[in-house]
T-cell receptor, first 116, second 114 residues
Framework: NAGVTQTPKFQVLKTGQSMTLQCAQD?????MSWYRQDPGMGLRLIHY???????DQGEVPNGYNVSRSTTEDFPLRLLSAAPSQTSVYFC???????????????FGPGTRLLVL | GESVGLHLPTLSVQEGDNSIINCAYS??????FIWYKQESGKGPQFIID?????DKRQGQRVTVLLNKTVKHLSLQIAATQPGDSAVYFC?????????????FGPGTSLSVIP
């Protein structure tokens, strides 16, 4: 298994540009989520999904959109990038958290985004 | 608002010594806690978890202690090794209806001195 994969590894955007961060997992996990990590800080939850076709907001959802058309993929879209969105973005997946009472989340390697 | 926080932002320990990383939480409804390790340039990696019906849980060289009375969580690493150098995060789930929202603390950086 490849686990959780993220592309691209690095990206530089200009203010106002749009882009999609890709995330895929091959573990048949129902739950997927996106976090952002700013320098010297912990991870903040952006959006999450408990299954295909179901998404919900986390702590910091503004400026980001998500969709979950398949179990495997959970892309994160920045519609109009802002310098405040400069961060490292991590995707994670796990088995259905409510059914399993929590459990291990598997994280991808991250995407480093710089918005100028 | 309610949050998970850490007492010490940095910790330096001698190789071979035991390390203790502390975490405070404020939500008494939280019933599931997780410790993650993040090495430089990588995503967080699950270490160990504990539920609120337990006081202690042991893994390989790691032990998590939960004190619900004072809302305190700690991670103990025995015989700390250079490979343990990383940032450690505690995280919580705020109740069974909120297992979907895992909230992370700010992290503690552990440096192991050879």
């Amino acid at each position: 298994n490849a686990g959780v994969t993220q592309t691209p590894k690095f990206q530089v955007l200009k203010t106002g540009q749009s882009m999609t961060l890709q995330c895929a997992q091959d573990m048949n996990h129902e739950y997927m989520s996106w976090y952002r990590q700013d320098p010297g800080m912990g991870l903040r939850l952006i959006h999450y999904s408990v299954g295909a076709g179901i998404t919900d907001q986390g702590e910091v959802p503004n400026g980001y959109n998500v969709s979950r058309s398949t179990t495997e993929d959970f892309p994160l879209r920045l519609l109009s990038a802002a310098p405040s969105q400069t961060s490292v973005y991590f995707c994670a997946s796990s088995y259905h958290r409510r059914a399993s009472g929590g459990g291990t989340q598997y994280f991808g390697p991250g995407t480093r985004l710089l918005v100028l | 608002g309610e949050s998970v926080g850490l007492h010490l932002p940095t910790l330096s320990v001698q190789e071979g010594d035991n390390s203790i990383i502390n975490c405070a939480y404020s939500n008494s409804a939280s019933d599931y806690f997780i410790w993650y390790k993040q090495e430089s340039g990588k995503g967080p990696q699950f270490i160990i978890d504990i539920r609120s019906n337990m006081d202690k849980r042991q893994g390989q060289r790691v032990t998590v202690l939960l004190n619900k009375t004072v809302k305190h969580l700690s991670l103990q690493i025995a015989a700390t090794q250079p490979g343990d150098s990383a940032v450690y995060f505690c995280a919580e789930n705020m109740g069974k209806t909120s297992y979907d929202k895992v909230i992370f603390g700010p992290g503690t950086s552990l440096s192991v001195i050879p």
